[in-house]
């Protein structure tokens, strides 16, 4: 399927709000896609902090492998959604970089950061829950600082607006 085949699927949504318009974007159309990227980053985080921590990595490499998965869980959930709308696989891949690429950085820098910073937090175990309370305030954080970022990129035609066509 061609791009331009698909806009007046685009059109036949109008009625899930503003996605990108001389106005902008909708803060609830911006909360969903950052939601979306959240939940990839969430899964890659503590994964790889479960298994960087079960190996006995120390906090860098953990922290490298936390990221890399988050990456790769936030563009996956993306990818599954277009390979599901008939795209092919180079052209779902690269409609995901589009999409994700800035608002994954954006959460993981985010979220490492306050991560980071936190006090006893980098040395903190899987059973102790500061690190669980820690990473929820830091997901949340990630969550409000991005929301911004992606509607100014959806109300651009740029981020998640690249993937609402191919939604059905």
Request: overall charge neutral.
């Amino acid at each position: 399927m061609r791009h331009g085949e698909h806009t007046g699927h685009a059109e036949q949504h109008a009625g899930h709000g503003p996605h990108h318009s001389p106005g902008g974007a909708s803060w609830s159309t911006a909360a969903r896609a950052t939601l979306h990227c959240l939940t990839g980053c969430a899964v890659g985080e503590v994964l790889g902090m479960v298994i960087g921590t079960a190996l006995g990595w120390g906090n860098v490499p953990t922290m490298i492998l936390a990221v890399a998965l988050a990456f790769f869980f936030g563009y996956a959930l993306t990818l599954r959604g277009l390979l599901a709308a008939g795209l092919g696989f180079r052209a779902a891949l690269k409609v995901a970089l589009a999409a994700d690429t800035l608002s994954i950085a954006v959460m993981e820098l985010i979220d490492n950061g306050v991560i980071a910073l936190w006090p006893g937090a980098m040395d903190a175990h899987l059973s102790d829950p500061l690190f669980w309370t820690v990473l929820a305030l830091a997901l949340a954080a990630a969550f409000v600082i991005t929301t911004p970022v992606n509607k100014w990129m959806i109300g651009r035609g740029k981020g998640h607006a690249v993937v609402h066509p191919y939604h059905h």
